[in-house]
């Protein structure tokens, strides 16, 4: 034994070959914390005063090889300031050169998941072989910072400058295929062959086989790349680049510079340059949030796998609505491995939610994400039905059938007398109460809501709505279906509108607002897409459907009537209603706040029209300028005051969940971290004189709630401030 820590063993072969091995106790995977970090100082150290080596391998005793670096440990450093970040990069760096420098020939055996700080780890080596399902990336462009204890420096040296901008600008993760393609790795294996491939690799370097000093030099040395195609890699990338992050996530084109900046550097000099722009990337507020948000998605990732323990598996699901909705809740159930029947009372119904599960599956044919044996198999696991034959065998129904309460309540008492006493029902409502829903059953413990967003297969995420009665065995089965869709379910308490919604229907209330006063919606839109929105209130609201928007806002309206009368109609004609009664209902009829045809590739694109321009000013009771602040605050106050009060109503658990349902339901910018922590970065006391400013004039839904108040005199945040790592 050369060397026994915590998380890393070093031990000598009959052969002289040294194996360090990373397997950190305690944890499921391996993460290079600052601790651990500190133990791969030790172990090199030890590598370097043992006489008589003729190589490593570095290896891993666990599933994953290294899943990158101790992320719970990012905020409290990136506070100490840029000083403090550069120079525990620099030691980094020295730690890695080490392993780099050793006088004799090393490899990576990479047995599953390398990934950020794992992937730089074996970039340090002079050969690396992989298991035929493992895969390696850097997606630290992901977190809005970038790869900084070598990655910009060794991955072009290795692959090429355009292969290494796009893996980290992409933040990608890679196939073994695709990994040995671009030369990342020199060999691929059965995972069982791992060993054997690695050392194998050692002695041809040992018998002047393999050239190992030459594979290391040229790791030192300056790219090998002239003025011209200098220009052409990088300037090339960075406009693609910057088109496609956008304007708020600077992390992906600051990579592609400093790959630039270090191309004509040896070693140290490249790393240095890659030091200072992590520190300066660690420093920003969009680092913070992204990183804020990774934390955030643990969490939520942890409260569905203690649901998922403890729920029986769904092995056979079933849908209760054909069409646009159910086809998709079918081929999502169906691509991801959970047979589903499909049953709706009309033939052509059924028809059309085959076709719609068709067209999906089609596409990824076309991607080349299947083959069409794959897809014919897949598609089997969708059994259409106009009976309820086989509901017997059923563990899950989703309910997707018209958003009535009536007949939700009918279908559902029907299906319940035709399953098992152990079948859970789910309804996919998106604002009829799921205590409603319920008193028409007689198993109500096994009912609870199931909201999908649509479009189904793109949204990720899925609300699980507990209502008074449902029982922790049908959350948890309900979870568990969910994330075996590859969706995120979050759980929260029966409410109109529940969670999402009910924080969408106030941003919608203080959009009709703006226009009451004579905003521009086309310029509100412009606003708020700047703002990050992945598209402007108008335009979602053509989206969403003006119909579906008018029957939400009147469930809100009757289930807040203080705060949101006015969304059901009480008091002035609002924009939104006006469209609805000029049968403008968005996207469904080609005509909303906006006109749409057909663009090249048959999506709808919005075109500006003067009719809904003329319309909304026909119902505005005055006419007002307002500045990009003005609109913003008016914009998210609402939206924000809402999120608080879910959160003190015990709607939803954590601000944690409350953040990540706003950003994979509604597309709450990811860059602002959600909007608990949006107005942690105003500061509570700054949003809550906002908020009553706003309420002087604009009444209840701009009003703080006493509990916010309390936050903000005792200088409290929603998220606590990161301990000092």
Request: charged content about 25%; overall charge negative; some cysteine.
């Amino acid at each position: 034994m050369i060397y026994q820590g915590n998380a890393i063993t070093v031990t000598r072969g009959g052969d002289d070959i040294a194996t360090l091995t990373f397997d950190l106790q305690g944890e499921s995977v391996n993460k290079l914390s600052s601790a651990v970090i500190a133990e791969l100082e030790q172990a090199v150290k030890a590598i370097q005063a043992e006489s008589g080596l003729a190589g490593l391998v570095l290896a891993s005793a666990k599933e994953a090889f290294i899943v990158g670096a101790d992320i719970t440990e990012f905020q409290a450093m990136f506070g100490k300031g840029g000083e403090f970040l550069e120079s525990m990069l620099h030691r980094v760096h020295g730690i890695f050169n080490a392993i780099e420098d050793l006088p004799f020939p090393t490899v990576t055996a990479i047995n599953g998941l390398a990934l950020g700080g794992g992937c730089e780890v074996l970039l340090t080596t002079d050969f690396r072989v992989m298991g035929d399902k493992a895969q390696i990336g850097l997606p630290e462009t992901k977190l809005g910072i970038l790869p900084g204890w070598g990655g910009c420096v060794r991955l072009p040296r290795l692959i090429g400058a355009d292969n290494a901008i796009e893996w980290i600008a992409g933040g990608t993760q890679n196939r073994a295929d695709a990994a040995l393609k671009v030369g990342a790795v020199d060999a691929v294996v059965p995972g069982e062959q791992l060993e054997a491939a690695a050392l194998d690799i050692l002695a041809r370097a040992n018998a002047g086989e393999l050239d190992y000093r030459a594979r290391r030099e040229e790791k030192m040395q300056p790219l090998r790349l002239g003025p011209i195609e200098q220009m052409m890699a990088f300037e090339t990338a960075k406009g693609y680049v910057a088109g496609k992050a956008g304007p708020h996530y600077p992390a992906p084109v600051e990579a592609i510079k400093v790959i630039q900046k270090g191309a004509g550097e040896e070693r140290a000099r490249a790393q240095a340059i890659e030091a200072k722009a992590f520190a300066k990337l660690a420093m920003t507020e969009v680092a913070f949030n992204l990183v804020g948000l990774f934390m955030s998605d643990q969490v939520v990732k942890k409260k569905g796998s203690q649901f998922e323990k403890q729920a029986r598996p769904v092995k056979q699901a079933a849908v209760l609505g054909a069409g646009i909705m159910g086809g998709g809740i079918a081929y999502q159930s169906a691509s991801k491995g959970t047979p589903i029947l499909m049953k709706d009372i009309k033939e052509e119904a059924i028809q059309l939610g085959l076709k719609e599960a068709r067209k999906l599956f089609t596409k990824q044919v076309e991607r080349k994400k299947l083959t069409p044996e794959q897809m014919a198999e897949k598609l089997a696991n969708i059994r259409p039905t106009l009976t309820y034959g086989d509901f017997g065998s059923v563990d899950l129904v989703v309910e997707a059938v018209v958003e009535n309460p009536k007949v939700k309540g009918a279908v559902l008492s029907e299906v319940e007398g035709l399953v098992g006493d152990e079948t859970i029902l789910a309804s996919n409502t998106s604002t009829i109460s799921i205590t409603r829903l319920a008193s028409s059953l007689k198993r109500p413990e096994n009912f609870c809501g199931m909201h999908f967003f649509n479009p189904v297969h793109r949204m990720p995420l899925v609300e699980v709505i507990r209502g008074e009665k449902t029982s922790d065995a049908a959350v948890a089965a309900t979870v568990a279906y969910a994330r075996a869709m590859g969706k995120t379910p979050i759980v929260v308490n029966d409410c109109p509108g529940f969670l999402v919604n009910r924080v969408l229907f106030p941003y919608f209330g203080g959009f009709s607002q703006l226009m009451a006063q004579g905003a521009d919606f086309q310029r509100v839109d412009k606003v708020m897409e700047k703002f990050g929105w992945p598209m402007g209130p108008a335009y979602l609201l053509d989206v969403v459907g003006m119909d579906t928007a008018v029957h939400a806002g009147e469930v809100m309206a009757e289930g807040f009537p203080e705060r949101m009368g006015s969304l059901g109609g009480n008091g002035e004609k609002s924009a939104i209603q006006a469209m609805f009664e000029n049968d403008r209902l968005g996207q469904k009829n080609d005509r909303g706040f906006y006109a749409y045809e057909e663009d090249r590739k048959g999506k709808p694109k919005k075109v500006s029209d003067e009719a809904a321009i003329a319309l909304v000013k026909s119902v505005a009771k005055e006419s007002r300028e307002f500045s990009d602040e003005e609109i913003i605050s008016r914009m998210m106050v609402p939206l924000c005051l809402e999120t608080v009060r879910c959160l003190e109503d015990g709607i939803v658990g954590t601000p944690a969940e409350a953040d990540m349902a706003l950003i994979y339901g509604i597309g709450f910018p990811p860059f602002r971290g959600g909007a608990l922590r949006y107005v942690d970065a105003m500061g509570v006391e700054a949003f809550v004189k906002l908020a009553d400013d706003l309420a002087e004039e604009l009444g209840p839904l701009y009003a703080p709630t006493e509990k916010l108040r309390e936050m903000a005199a005792a200088g409290d945040t929603f998220y606590a401030a990161p301990a000092q790592a």
